[in-house]
């Protein structure tokens, strides 16, 4: 086994997971969203989303890489997809009500479906993969077998963690929340979701302006 391999990968991860853990982006804005709307389980449910998308991503990535990057038509569509369903989120966001701070009963697995659906959505995941991470595990892979799968573990574990420490830091914030502080943060992610759903739409116009 090519323990330096293994090492140097799992690193990578971590430092990938941590960095994409924080960088602002449509799935950090729904954690927050979802941590004020529905308490700490539904963000740290929204911040699990990765193993859902991201998991099945890296074993295809792996596998059609080449064949994805050929063809933008895919990321175009998913581009679409993704700005009409973050923006329809982001609109939400105006209206959504203060949440009662009682929330032992309330579902999460729908703050799962929603982290999951803005995941799958974001063109950028599928981008990241096809284009640089699976064929950096597919090279790793050709020397060390376990390399990939430590890169896989380490960024999925660091993203999902640092996620949830976020949806815990506001979390703590949502009782000391006044109605109109909590009309102004979440007024703040329904924009932040409407930029990206804008940002969306530039990049399916330029993968389609390269065809």
């Not at 949440?99 to 703050?111: G, K, T, W």
Request: aromatic share 10%; charged share 10%; proline share 5%.
């Amino acid at each position: 086994m090519d323990v330096g391999l293994v090492l140097s990968l799992s690193v990578a991860g971590v430092a990938l997971g941590v960095i994409e853990g924080i960088k602002p982006g449509p799935l950090l804005t729904m954690v927050i969203r979802e941590t004020l709307s529905g308490g700490l389980r539904a963000g740290v449910w929204t911040a699990a989303a990765p193993i859902f998308t991201d998991g099945p991503l890296i074993i295809v990535s792996l596998l059609a890489a080449s064949w994805i990057s050929t063809r933008p038509s895919i990321l175009i569509a998913i581009s679409i997809l993704g700005a009409a369903y973050l923006l329809k989120m982001g609109l939400e966001c105006f209206t959504i009500e203060p949440p009662s701070y009682d929330l032992a009963e309330i579902d999460v697995s729908d703050s799962l479906k929603r982290g999951v659906l803005t995941n799958l959505l974001n063109p950028n995941v599928y981008i990241f993969w096809f284009l640089i991470g699976g064929p950096l595990m597919a090279s790793a892979a050709d020397v060390e077998p376990l390399a990939p799968v430590a890169y896989a573990m380490t960024f999925l574990v660091s993203i999902i963690i640092v996620k949830s420490m976020i949806a815990l830091a506001f979390d703590r914030t949502r009782g000391n929340l006044s109605h109109r502080s909590y009309s102004i943060m979440l007024s703040l992610c329904g924009v932040a979701m409407i930029f990206f759903a804008i940002g969306f739409t530039y990049q399916a116009y330029d993968l389609y302006q390269a065809l």
